[in-house]
């Protein structure tokens, strides 16, 4: 299996731009995972999806990001619109829940955002 | 609510061991885990050990759990350079509610 893929790997936009985030998850997974990283608040669970239903957004910082899981096999983080402060890693995460050690999260390689 | 805690920073020479220390709060954690980040990459899983058992071992790594002080730590004998990178100990229930630690940066001095 390929593991988990994300795209754009990195990503610079201006402020006030919409930025869209991509993530396939590891095929027979049912559990898709969005984290944020910075330096100041280190890793944070923004949304997690079970069989393409968002299970958490309390993470979610505020009505700019959305997240959607339209199939089992994709999913997109999108920021509308962007600022400054939201320059991150974001980095997509994917996990089989119902069976044992499967229930360990296999992550991407992240998107760098820099938002100017 | 849930937290796991672990020191920031970790210097070791190379060729000795160290040790990666980690607290949680949760008593109901059903699993346990470390990660390794290097620089620019993503978390890569490093081992899981669950609830029930007190210690597993997979070759350099050895990870004790001692559930009644809600003590995880990691082991890795021989340490070498390559092994500089963030360490993240998590923690979970039945696979959710996954919690992070803010990560030990271990650094391998030669």
């Known amino acids: 299996d390929a593991g988990v893929i994300q795209s754009p790997r990195h990503e610079v936009t201006e402020m006030g731009q919409e930025v869209t985030l991509r993530c396939k998850p590891i095929s027979g997974h049912n559990s898709l995972f969005w984290y944020r990283q910075t330096m100041m608040r280190g890793l944070e669970l923004l949304i997690y999806f079970n069989n393409n239903v968002p299970i958490d957004d309390s993470g979610m910082p505020e009505d700019r990001f959305s997240a959607k899981m339209p199939n089992a096999s994709f999913s997109t983080l999108k920021i509308q619109p962007s600022e400054p402060r939201d320059s991150a890693v974001y980095f997509c995460?994917?996990?089989?829940?119902?069976?044992?050690?499967?229930?360990?999260?296999?992550f991407g390689p992240g998107t760098r955002l820099l938002v100017l | 609510g849930e937290d796991v805690e672990q020191s920031l920073f970790l210097s070791v020479r190379e060729g000795d061991s160290s040790v990666i220390n980690c607290t949680y709060t949760d008593s109901s954690s059903t699993y346990l885990y470390w990660y390794k980040q290097e620089p620019g990459a993503g978390l890569q899983l490093l081992t899981y050990i669950f609830s029930n058992m007190d210690m597993k071992q997979d070759q350099r790594l050895t990870v004790l759990l001692n559930k009644k002080d809600k003590h995880l730590s990691l082991r890795i004998a021989d340490t070498q350079t390559g092994d500089s990178a963030i360490y993240f100990c998590a923690e979970s229930i039945l696979g959710q509610n996954f919690v992070f630690g803010p990560g030990t940066r271990l650094s391998v001095l030669p």
């Open positions: 995460a994917s996990s089989f829940i119902g069976g044992g050690a499967e229930e360990t999260q296999y």
